[in-house]
């Protein structure tokens, strides 16, 4: 029976349960190692997704063509809210989980590809239409989740190896990952949840691998024909790949938590030493790195307010002339690092607001950078974000003035919301719609 073609003993009925052929012969593949590494995926990937479409809410992309770096999302932004400004470390927390989890997950969705690697080869190809579109999702949900962990990876480590922009790539990546994810579930939950309840994970977890054995065979196409000696048990592998995962947690998650733990982020692509003194926080792009001449944030730097009709136009002098406040505040970057708190000091915009008319409940505000060409130099904040007395332009930050890195002469810093809403080296501020739509 053994020698016979797989689709020939498939067809010899009930009796002749298909066993995975050809080179595939660990004897540890079968439906319950899949199930228990789908069910990780399974409770992580969710998590992974919502907080992913939650930063893209975060970035205000239903405002000004300024943010929205997915313009033809038509029904796919159908969720987008006003992204709060409280809690102040609400952003801080949504990407650190997105970000962290996502790196965590990898070595089990690596795990989970090698546990099914042989189904991508069994013959016939298709079957019939049911077995054609089952393997058209697995197409996209293989194809997805390799596409969204890969570019989520490279974007964390800046490598911005692929065409086109991250963030639609990214988006509508998420969605194809997703719709195929569910699919999946829905096909294959029943298998799963009966794969788990087949054997016991706590004996499993205490069988050596001199006494692991196969699965028996079933018709899941999982498990290997000709079954080799096993070098490793199941414990060992489930125990590697969680190894593997717990070793990424505790390089990466340092960069979002922070604190003393910060120096155990080696994965951390902007280094674990920001450097030191009151500006010693991580810095993303230098005033270098953004081709910042120093005359543009020298002396005859002016920032510029517009709104309602009105124009003033301030020196640093008269800014600091100004009501200065302070607001520990962090930066969170979509890359998933964050800085602790730092202390800013500087003008609330909601009274730069007043300075054009704007004396109650002032506007959205366009704000732009004296960065002349790169991405991220302008934002639009939304009202909520203008009216939170938190909300700065900060012209100090640690009790000294800003360094050049840190957006000298003055910033944007916002409450719980993306580093890339706390733009550097601004220049002009615009309030009201009329500023970002003409
Ligand atoms: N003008 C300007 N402002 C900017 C950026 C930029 O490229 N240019 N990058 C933004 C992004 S994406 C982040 S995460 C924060 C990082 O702030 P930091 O460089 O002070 O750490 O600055 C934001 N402000
Ligand atoms: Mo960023």
């Known amino acids: 029976m053994r020698l016979l073609p797989p689709p020939l003993s498939r067809a010899l009925g009930p009796g002749s349960a298909p066993r995975t052929p050809g080179p595939w012969r660990s004897p540890l593949r079968g439906p319950w190692l899949t199930s228990v590494f789908g069910a990780v995926l399974?409770?992580?990937?969710?998590?992974?997704f919502v907080t992913g479409l939650l930063s893209y809410?975060?970035?205000?992309?239903?405002?000004?063509?300024?943010?929205?770096k997915t313009p033809d999302k038509g029904l796919l932004g159908f969720y987008l809210f006003s992204w709060p400004t409280d809690p102040y470390w609400l952003y801080r927390l949504t990407q650190g989980v997105?970000?962290?989890l996502g790196i965590v997950l990898v070595p089990v969705l690596?795990?989970?590809?090698w546990s099914v690697v042989p189904k991508l080869f069994t013959l016939p190809p298709v079957r019939s239409v049911g077995h054609a579109l089952d393997r058209l999702s697995l197409l996209l949900l293989v194809g997805g989740g390799l596409f969204e962990f890969l570019t989520g990876v490279l974007n964390v480590q800046i490598a911005y190896l692929f065409p086109g922009s991250f963030y639609p790539l990214h988006f509508y990546g998420a969605w194809v990952f997703f719709g195929a994810l569910l699919a999946h579930v829905g096909l294959r939950l029943p298998r799963t949840v009966r794969a788990l309840r087949g054997r016991d994970l706590w004996a499993e977890l205490r069988t050596p691998t001199s006494r692991t054995?196969?699965?028996p065979a079933d018709d899941s196409g999982l498990v290997a024909?000709?079954?080799?000696e096993p070098t490793v048990s199941r414990r060992g592998a489930l125990g590697t790949v969680g190894l593997g995962s717990l070793a990424l947690l505790v390089v990466t998650a340092?960069?979002?938590?922070?604190?003393p733990l910060r120096r155990t982020a080696l994965l951390a692509p902007h280094g674990r030493d920001p450097g030191s003194g009151l500006g010693g926080f991580q810095i993303n792009k230098t005033a270098a790195f953004a081709r910042i001449r120093p005359r543009d944030i020298g002396g005859d730097w002016r920032l510029t307010v517009r709104?309602?009709?009105h124009r003033r136009v301030l020196t640093l002098d008269e800014l600091l002339a100004l009501p200065q406040h302070r607001s520990a505040l962090p930066i969170a970057c979509v890359e998933g690092w964050s800085t602790d708190d730092q202390q800013w000091e500087g003008v609330r915009l909601a009274d730069l607001a007043a300075l054009v008319g704007f004396h109650t409940a002032p506007p959205g505000v366009f704000v732009e950078s004296v960065q002349a060409a790169g991405s991220f130099r302008s934002v639009v904040l939304r009202d909520n974000q203008v009216r939170d007395h938190r909300s700065l332009l900060a012209l100090r930050v640690n009790g000294a003035p800003l360094t050049e890195d840190h957006g000298r002469p003055a910033r944007v810093i916002v409450p719980g919301a993306p580093g890339v809403m706390n733009t550097k080296w601004v220049g002009r501020l615009g309030f009201g719609e009329a500023a970002w739509r003409a």
Do not use: C, F, M
């Open 42 to 48: 399974l409770a992580g990937i969710p998590v992974v």
């Open 57 to 68: 809410a975060a970035y205000n992309p239903d405002l000004a063509p300024v943010n929205d």
């Open 98 to 100: 997105h970000v962290t």
């Open 110 to 113: 690596l795990a989970k590809l």
């Open 213 to 215: 054995r196969p699965e």
């Open 225 to 228: 024909e000709r079954p080799a």
């Open 254 to 259: 340092g960069q979002s938590i922070g604190g």
């Open 307 to 309: 709104g309602g009709g």
